[in-house]
């Protein structure tokens, strides 16, 4: 086959992967993660359930594969966040902000079977730890330019900076959310 | 049947709950939730399985049951913290104490999959609710003597202690809890 052809067929599968998983996470949002069917994704997706089980085995397959991208989506906008900003400190507070709107946007989406099940997922716990390391490593920046704290160390900061941002999940507005934020860096200030 | 009869069963009744509980705690954190069964837990509780079921109708709601007195423990526990100590700003820091001492020593117990359940579980965010109202009306005082900011809600700086904290589940040493709940004092500190 030509390479264009290949291309073609590449492309096509993405563009169905891609509609697969936004027709499911929205069928899920609406009803429920135990009251959506390969059947009834299939048709909103309109393409043959044959097709469907080509690219997934099941429902909760197809739902970690939509997690996986957001994920990765969430992590490259906070790498864009802290490429952004200029010097250490504000390189930190930029990317907590990020986290911390990611968090609250994240939340409240889906239901209890749901997170319960992303929230055994590997992948869930890698992206925590790749964002966590993120974090770290600002964190130690910012401590040697004398703008955190060196008391204690940046690993144990960032695990307190990631917590403490999750919080942003519970919060009703984007103001809260930014004194969430200012509250978790007076946290991180060094003492005197 | 005289009163001393009857309070006789209550005690026996008391006594053999508490025995199905503790049983079924170890014996889910030794074989995980999935490959723990009734049989099993009448067996090593030493009672017959009819009698098991006239207490509970199955493993789920035996970790429930169990799940409620240990939050019920911790609460009790946390309202004596308080009680001991003296001042707004030294009964937030106990509290506070506290709770990351829960937080440390009620993870990594066990698995995933009991996790999941017992975090769906209402009782749960019902202890969330009332630990975050209690570390509220500390902060409230605490702010109204000029220990802790008051640009913030109490609510909001309750919701910030509360995940924060939930970080020392992650920490491997009693010191590293002391480190974590200075954070978040310092993070609640008046501003300058």
Redesign the interface.
Known sequence: MPKLWNETIETHRREVRHAILNTTAALVAERGLLNVTMSQIAEQTGIGRATLYKYFQDVESILRAWHGERIAHHLAHLIAVRDRATGPGERLEAVLEGFADISRRSRGHFD??LM??L??DEQVTGAQAQVQDMIRDLVADAAQAGEV?DD?EPG??A??C??????AG??SSED?VR??V????????P?D
């Open positions: 209890a079977d319960a099940v929230h055994r704290r204690v144990e900061l695990t307190f990631v917590h403490a941002l999750i919080a519970n919060l809260a004194r969430l200012a509250v978790t860096l007076a946290g991180l200030r003492a």
